[in-house]
């Protein structure tokens, strides 16, 4: 871990601070919280953790919207907790990246209550601000993701703001130069307290364009991707405009000349833009981010022909980069009833973390991801998300990802001795880690053992990827590095497949990795059900076609 390229190939684990543990009652986890489980991340085999937003903030969108980029929030502790949640994760070999939501700030941040007085002040152009039209209305037709105009009328400036996200979370404007110095200077504030990565959020959002140009209609059958029903109107347009500006790339290389001061920090980009696997490789090629990923492998599409030509697509247009790929996150309904199909399987969350984590690339694991947890199905009356609030019934959406994890099969899941922020659903109590600890053929020790597993071949965390031509429902895919070359397939279905791959002269079979295991006779494959079978190969005579 003290590889300077330690981020390539690593598995991230991602902790949503809220749900993770609470350790004063409140119901709301908190860095003491995470502390006292960082044994258990450790012993999970996971390289780093990521922690979403823990800063000052009013949590309108529950700390993506910062209100002091160099305070802890009192909900979860100060800043000491953080040093020492901080030391005692290096302690573990376990690295640490934290969000830094550059790109808006919460409408209490100091900085956008000086910039709403008027257009005199020394930060009245620190946020981006535009006239109305003749007719009052606002200056152009941007949308916010979260629904309805991207402008908020601010009346003391009798101006527009804009939000790409929620009213109270206003966008900067980095075409600013002391916008762009302050908020470096903010990253530099916890690079010198010795974190590891970054992981950041929406960055491709950082500018906007100056003409403020309408964005241009999307006809009814492209409005799809990232979530974004036909029932969002954001699904409407094609955004050029608001976000994914080619001044962002200067910024980026900026972020990264910082970066580079601090040896063995890596930057991960959140990215989601009109085609946001070229603006990964664009991202990460050269001296601009160190991995980017994306939201293609958080849809609800789930084949082998999808994944396989996702990748490929990937591979193809990111010469220099890195990706790092994701299965769930705190803004997704969970895998396994998004990809499970009512299938909530310990082989299928298995196979699936697997399958995952032998892509080139890094991988996020989002917490409960090791457990098999199932998307909670949150009645209105607890919503909390905005987001959700603003489209139920159609859209219900992001707490039923983010309930507490369930730590004990007791009454709220041994999260809190209050009242959790959201309700702990009881068929998560069924999948606690206290009983999974107990039972050697549950989802976490089958987690544990893959993760285990794949640190004794290297291939799987840095090799080169060669997908092999197979019908669905079979992934297959070679990983090479200095001539050790392993082979990887997975039936995605829970029904037996057979398929013929070419003559794989040499071929061994390794065991060890604790999934459902398929045959290689010659050139006969046989899987189970949401099987797998690794194979050592002779890189010299596979065959394969180039991903």
């Given at each position: ?181 302050a908020v470096l200077d903010a990253v530099r504030f916890w690079l010198d307290r010795g974190v590891d990565g970054l992981r950041l959020d929406a960055i491709n959002f950082c500018f906007h364009d100056r003409r403020l140009r ?32 080619p001044e962002n790339l200067a910024f980026l290389e900026q972020l990264r000349a910082l970066l580079d001061r601090y040896p063995g920090v890596a930057a991960l980009g959140e990215i989601s833009s009109e085609d946001s696997l ?270």
């Amino acid at each position: 871990m003290t590889d300077v390229h330690w981020w390539r190939g690593a598995v991230i684990y991602q902790i949503y601070p809220r749900s993770f543990l609470d350790t004063n009652d409140d119901g709301v986890g908190d860095l003491p919280g995470i502390i006292e489980r960082l044994d258990y991340v450790a012993g999970l085999g996971v390289d780093a953790v990521w922690i979403a937003p823990f800063f000052k903030s009013p949590m309108a969108d529950f700390g993506y919207d910062i209100a002091d980029y160099r305070a802890v929030d009192p909900l979860f502790g100060t800043l000491a907790d953080f040093d020492r949640l901080l030391a005692k994760a290096h302690a573990l070999g376990l690295k640490v990246m934290i969000d830094q939501v550059l790109s808006h700030t919460s409408v209490e941040h100091d900085w956008f209550r000086e910039s709403r007085q008027g257009a005199g002040n020394a930060k009245a152009d620190w946020y981006v601000w535009a006239d109305p039209r003749e007719d009052g209305t606002p200056p152009n037709n941007w949308l916010s993701i979260f629904g309805g105009s991207a402008w908020k009328w601010e009346p003391r400036r009798q101006q527009y703001y804009l939000h790409n996200f929620l009213a109270t979370q206003p966008d900067l404007n980095f075409h600013h130069p002391d916008v762009r110095a302050a908020v470096l200077d903010a990253v530099r504030f916890w690079l010198d307290r010795g974190v590891d990565g970054l992981r950041l959020d929406a960055i491709n959002f950082c500018f906007h364009d100056r003409r403020l140009r309408d964005n241009p209609a999307k006809p009814p059958d492209r409005r799809t991707g990232r979530g974004f029903s036909p029932d969002n109107p954001y699904a409407y347009q094609y955004h050029l405009y608001n976000n994914t500006q080619p001044e962002n790339l200067a910024f980026l290389e900026q972020l990264r000349a910082l970066l580079d001061r601090y040896p063995g920090v890596a930057a991960l980009g959140e990215i989601s833009s009109e085609d946001s696997l070229a603006t990964i490789a664009e991202y990460t090629s050269g001296s601009r981010l160190h991995m980017g990923y994306s939201f293609e492998l958080l849809t609800d599409d789930f084949s082998a022909g999808y994944i396989r030509e996702t990748v490929r697509a990937q591979e193809a247009r990111m010469r220099d980069g890195w990706p790092c790929w994701a299965i769930s996150n705190h803004d997704v309904e969970r895998v396994l009833s998004r990809w499970g199909n009512g299938n909530a399987s310990t082989a299928l969350a298995n196979q699936l973390t697997a399958m995952v984590c032998s892509l080139r690339g890094s991988v996020c694991v989002y917490q409960g991801e090791e457990l098999g947890l199932t998307e909670a199905d949150v009645p209105y009356e607890a919503l909390r998300d905005p987001y959700g609030i603003a489209f139920w019934p159609q859209f219900k959406g992001r707490d039923g990802c983010r309930t507490p994890m369930p730590w004990q099969d007791e009454p709220h899941g041994g999260f809190t001795r209050g009242a959790p922020w959201l309700p702990v659903p009881p068929e998560h109590l069924a999948l606690a880690v206290s009983r999974q600890e107990a039972d050697p053929d549950s989802t976490l020790q089958g987690f544990r053992r893959f993760m285990q597993w794949r640190r004794e071949h290297p291939a799987l965390r840095t090799g080169a990827i060669r997908f092999l031509d197979a019908p669905e429902p079979v992934l297959a895919f070679t990983r090479e590095l200095d001539g050790a070359c392993v082979l990887a397939a997975f039936n995605l279905s829970a029904t037996a497949a057979e398929l013929t791959l070419p003559t794989l002269r040499g071929a061994r079979t390794l065991h060890g990795h604790g999934l459902h295991e398929g045959i290689l006779d010659g050139h006969r494959l046989r899987l189970p059900g949401h099987g797998a079978l690794f194979a050592a190969l002779d890189p010299t005579h596979h065959a394969g076609a180039a991903a």
